[in-house]
């Protein structure tokens, strides 16, 4: 198998058959924070695409080069973290310039990123599995735009269920808990997918 092969399948895996938000349930905060409409969800998963496909590639290489030499794997999570913030910093400042609309409209939700379990998960996870720098690529490519699907199906979802009737126990977020729960069985569906 080719490597852009391997590379399609296993974005494809971590997208959908291995789902961060509805297999994995990391990053539930801005999954149900930021869902609310569609522009702002498709502006929080592309966010999340860059920190986490530029945080899992820095980590590589500081977890490679740096920790493992010098036998300080224990400080991975507080290294990790540094540079998430760091990364997420970055991402706030080029959005605060450059598109101002979207800085606002995802408000306290993007600073949350630096707290979002699956950027760090991708992370940790990657350097636990002891990945090679393409299978680091695969698996946080993956799982981002995993992420995004996911956040933009549940905005959408949300968009058409505040023109529905629904009764008054399940208005708000029980409605919204309803449909998470129904969209991870929804991508269970994907697990008999096999690409061998």
Do not use: W
């Not at 569609?38 to 966010?47: Q, R």
């Not at 290489?61 to 030499?69: A, Y």
């Not at 306290?108 to 950027?119: D, E, G, H």
């Not at 959408?156 to 029980?174: L, S, V, W």
């Amino acid at each position: 198998m080719n490597y852009v092969t391997a590379f399609i399948l296993g974005i494809i895996n971590y997208a959908l058959i291995d789902n961060v938000v509805l297999s994995r349930f990391l990053g539930l905060c801005p999954f149900l924070g930021v869902s609310k409409k569609t522009s702002t969800a498709v502006g929080m998963g592309a966010s999340v695409i860059g920190v986490i496909t530029i945080s899992s590639v820095i980590t590589y290489f500081v977890n490679r080069f740096v920790l493992i030499p010098l036998d300080l794997v224990y400080l991975r999570t507080i290294v990790y973290i540094m540079i998430i913030a760091a990364l997420v910093q970055t991402v706030e400042i080029i959005l605060k310039r450059k598109l101002p609309s979207l800085y606002k409209a995802l408000g306290v939700y993007l600073p949350l990123i630096t707290t979002n379990c699956a950027v760090l998960g991708v992370a940790i996870d990657s350097s636990q599995k002891g990945f090679d720098f393409f299978h680091t690529l695969i698996f946080a490519v993956g799982t981002s735009v995993g992420f995004l699907v996911s956040i933009v199906i549940m905005a959408g979802i949300r968009e058409r269920i505040q023109y529905n009737k629904i009764p008054k126990a399940f208005q708000g977020m029980p409605i919204v808990l309803l449909a998470a729960g129904l969209m991870a069985i929804a991508f269970f569906g994907f697990k008999g997918v096999s690409f061998s």
